[in-house]
């Protein structure tokens, strides 16, 4: 079936393919909407790809496989074996081994004709326009607002479209954003988000979990839209939301349209300041204790209520000692705030830290002067004071 309306190709054929390519990518090659010219517009596509954790990892592999020329991959993470269940781009023995590495390990196992470029660096303000001018194409699967933001206008000062992922849970949505497009249809992230979610209403897939398979899923029509893009064929989601519910079993799409307030981004700006986020040592001026230091309030006896702000299942995995379970949702709303004690120092913890911050925000606004939070949450203490606990 023909596009509606389709995009022109992304990019020009590169000049031939060799044998050896005829015959790894001949079912491509037999498709009359791909054919040898959509193939040699993969030969000669440059694609970035943002982290190979979730959606990176699939996308990576299928874009190989397809035979993209290029990918470039922006990762400076070292692989976790809390990763292994959905980033199958990465086995066991690549645990504590560069994320970047290890992916284009496993690129070059499914097709050595890929050129892999690593970017081992935390993308930022004053290095992406200039990374992304670098390729034809921008695949997005980070996980928080702030990278997503600059990712969107990076892209957008360097006048590339790029392909849009989200994941939680069991909930996956993927669009194509691009303000240059063809016949003023160009649309942005800041047309579907024009205000970036309050702090800690979007937990990220570390904090609120997710499917490992959903990953497939999101990825393989992320990897699809690509294709489109570089070789010109069918009708991307330019324009159109796509939603899965893979409890459901249901994709549906949603449409999407310029927002008329929006205005034009002309630089890069500060997209922690801009998504609210807090930095570690603000959030934690003053306000927080070490394991090793509450360990010994323990030991000691000292008159402290040790305040759990994560959800049951995670109470279920792992809990500290004479802690009590208050999530923190029930803290925010103020629903749970006249069950902390008014005569005891309070201290908030969460797995890492992150969402004992912002309860601790709402407990000392609520009159609480004397809370503080864990530093690095439940999972600092396994490793620094118990590490017989399991980690998750």
Known sequence: MSA??????????????????VARYSRHLIIPDVGTVG????????????????????TLLYLAAAGVGTLGIVDFDVVDESNLQRQIIHGTADVGRSKAHSAR???????????????????????????????????????????????????????RPYVWGSIYRFQGQVSVFWDAAPDGRGITLRDLYPEAPPPGTVPSCAEGGVLGVLCASVGSIMATEAIKLITGIGETLLGRLMIYDALAASY????????????????????????????????DRGATITPLELRELIETGADIAIVDVREPVEWDIVHLPGATL?????????????????????VLHCKTGIRSAEALAAVRRAGFADAVHLQGGVIAWAHQVDPTLPVY
């Open 326 to 346: 208050i999530p923190k949702d029930r803290i925010l709303s103020g629903e749970a705030l006249a069950e902390l004690p008014t005569d005891k120092r309070i």
């Open 39 to 58: 193939q040699r517009r993969l030969k000669n596509a440059r694609v970035l790809v943002i982290g190979a954790g979730g959606l990176g990892s699939p």
């Open 252 to 283: 549906r799409t949603v449409a999407l349209g310029r927002d008329p307030d929006r205005a034009d981004v002309t630089e890069l700006v500060d997209y922690d300041a801009f998504c609210g986020v807090v930095s570690v040592p603000e959030a």
């Open 105 to 159: 390990d496993s690129i070059r196992e499914i097709n050595p004709h890929v050129d892999v470029r690593l970017h081992e660096f935390r993308l930022d303000s004053s290095n992406a326009v200039d990374l992304f001018a670098q390729y034809d194409l921008i695949l997005d699967g980070a996980d928080n607002f702030a990278t997503r933001y600059l990712v969107n206008d990076a892209a957008v000062l360097a006048g």
């Open 4 to 21: 509606k309306n389709p995009l022109p190709a992304l990019v020009e054929p590169a000049s031939e393919l060799s044998r050896d390519e």
